[in-house]
Structures are given as C-alpha cells and as structure tokens.
C-alpha cells in the first residue's frame, strides 16, 4: 500500500469539529504513517488528540502552515487537510487510487457547497462572468476562465470517476509531496496574504500546479463534508469588508500572474484584456447598483473598487516584479 502522511492545518479552535475530524482519521480503513498538525505560534495544543501526531508551530498564515508541515513529511503522498472536515472510512484509498495509477499528481473529493446556491446567485455570476454553469467543459470540476472567473460542473457522485479540473476547495487534497514542494506557494504566499487574509489560495496553488504541467482530479464518489469552523473570520469588520476587498484584489493579481503574463500568442492576450475589462464594467453595473439597494452594497463596491485598484497598483509594483514568474518556474530547480 502508498505510504501517506496527513498534514492539518489548525488554529486550536474549531472544537467539536476538531473532534469530529480526529475521529474519522482513527476509523480509516488505511492508516496514516504520520500526523502533523500546524499550528499558528503563540497558540494553544488542542485540547483533544490522536495521541502520536507531531506538533508544529510557524507564523499565523494559511499558506505558510501548509508549507511548514512539509518539513517534517518523508512520506510519497500527503493528505491535507483543514480542522473541521469528516470523511468515510475509505476515503483515502480512494483519493489515491488515481495517484497510484499514475493519471493525476494531486486529488480531492467534490464539494458543490462552494458553487453558487441561489438562482440569482447563479444568474449575477454568469452575467458578470465570475462563476457560471460550464456548457463547453462539462468532462471537467471547475475550468479557469480567461476573466480570472471559473465556471463548474456537477455530477453523479454515486458512481467512481476522475474529472480533471483546475481549481477545487484548499480544505482536503490529497498530493505527491514532492509535487507540493515543487509548487514553491511561499512565492505565492508574500501577496496573497498582503491584508492577512488569503482569499483565493486553493485557486492561485491549484492553477499553479496545472500551470506547470501537473494534473489534478476530482474523484466523484470520494464524497466528504466541510463544517467551516470560521474561525479566520470570527470578527464583524473582517465579515464585512476585507475578505471581499481581497478578493477583488487577489482576481485581478491572479489573472495577470496566471493568465496574462504566461500568454505568449498575441491575440489570445488581447482576448484576455478583453475579458478582463467586460469582468470589470459588469461587476461596476452589477454592484453600483446593489449599492443604491442597500448599506452592504455600497460596502461591496467600495471593496470591489479599491481591491482592483490595489491589484494593478500591485503587479506594476517592485515587489511584485521580485516574484518569479511562472514562465520560469518549470525550469526552476
């Protein structure tokens, strides 16, 4: 059998969901050889343990926790995940069969939870050409648009199948750990946590590892459930403003990092800028006017203007310019 670690990325907080996750990590069908859990300095142990997981403390960062387990992994694969996720006892056989076989270098379960819920949800999405249905790329998850957007796909998740995709939910993957070195995401980590808070990481490290030249699938009947413990977003003030501001910001670094910038053909770059202005001119309309609707709407446009704002002002930066771009990473030792 592959030999696999699981790496959890914790703030000591999440409690009964924390149980919940150690919990199911004793029933699988096919144990781990390690557990690390990271967490941030300063902070406490949990409270409840498996009793032979390994301890690691680093900076209070997303990324950064994700990366400090690395360190102490020898192991082929690692399983990642976050405090309050619940899986069955085969989970992980199933998360590695595609790896084993030799077709993908990372996988995940689905999670449509993260797709738009609501009808107009779904409509502002499409319109605006942030998220939408997939009509063209119905064989994969979740496609990368050329706007920075993405658009999606659900399906049967009672029958075993592999749908590549390009982006998925950073709470649970299971990966080649060499893959995730490979990635260098402390590159990716100085801007996406600039306003401490990084928005669109699973995006920018998903994409990343299609980008350079690795395969990522989502295994359809590897169902698990994520209780989002929130605890990164506890306060009203970060509610309210700056996970949208940073996102906003993080879109439009992400499609110049990713998008425009690898893009070598010269149409398909006047494309790009195309559908980068029609992403901008429709979010102004469609949230100008939820700002004249309501409080929270002028909030989510003041966030949307600034965060696009700070985005290019970003990528024509000197510290932007310090970051390697992805053209070089393949070469990159």
């Known amino acids: 059998m592959a030999h696999y670690s699981i790496a959890i990325r914790t703030l000591g907080q999440a409690g009964e969901k ?37 301890f690691l403390f680093c900076s209070k960062s997303m990324i950064g926790q994700r990366i400090k387990a690395l360190e102490t992994i020898d192991t082929e694969y690692t ?11 085969d989970f ?11 077709l993908f270098d990372c996988s995940t379960g689905p999670l449509f939870s993260f797709f738009p819920a609501s009808l107009a949800g779904k409509i502002a999405g499409t319109l605006t050409g942030s998220v939408s249905v997939s009509i063209f790329n119905r064989d994969k998850y979740v496609k990368i648009l050329r706007d920075g957007g993405w658009s999606y796909h659900t399906f049967d998740t009672s029958v075993e199948r592999y749908y590549p995709t390009e982006s998925f939910a950073w709470t649970c993957f299971m990966i080649k750990s060499d893959v995730m070195r490979s990635l260098h995401m402390e590159d990716e ?16 490290m998903a994409y990343k590892l299609v980008k350079l030249g690795y395969k990522a699938c989502i295994v359809a009947n590897a169902m698990y459930v994520h209780n ?5 977003t506890a306060s009203s003030e970060m509610d309210q403003y700056t996970p949208k501001f940073c996102m906003y910001y993080m879109h439009t670094v992400f499609w110049n990092r990713f998008i425009q910038e690898p893009e070598n053909n010269r149409l398909r770059r006047i494309q790009n800028v195309i559908c980068f202005t029609y992403w901008k001119i429709a979010m102004t309309v469609y949230l100008t006017i939820k700002a004249l609707l309501s409080k929270s709407g002028k909030l989510r446009l003041k966030a949307f203007r600034e965060g696009v704002k700070e985005g290019f002002r970003y990528i024509n930066s000197s ?3 310090n970051i390697l771009p992805i053209q070089c990473e393949m070469r990159r030792e």
């Open 18 to 54: 924390y149980r919940k996750l150690l919990k199911c990590i004793t029933e699988l069908n096919q144990k781990p050889d390690k557990v690390v859990v990271v967490l941030p300095e300063g902070n406490s142990l949990p409270e409840d343990r498996l009793g032979c997981e390994d």
């Open 79 to 89: 399983l990642f995940l976050d405090d309050d996720i619940e899986f069955e006892q």
């Open 189 to 204: 980590k100085e801007w996406l946590e600039r306003f401490g808070y990084a928005c669109g990481d699973d995006r920018v």
């Open 319 to 321: 510290e932007y310019a």
């Open 92 to 102: 992980v056989q199933k998360l590695l069969k595609p790896l084993e076989s030799g």
């Open 228 to 232: 989002d413990a929130k605890t990164s």
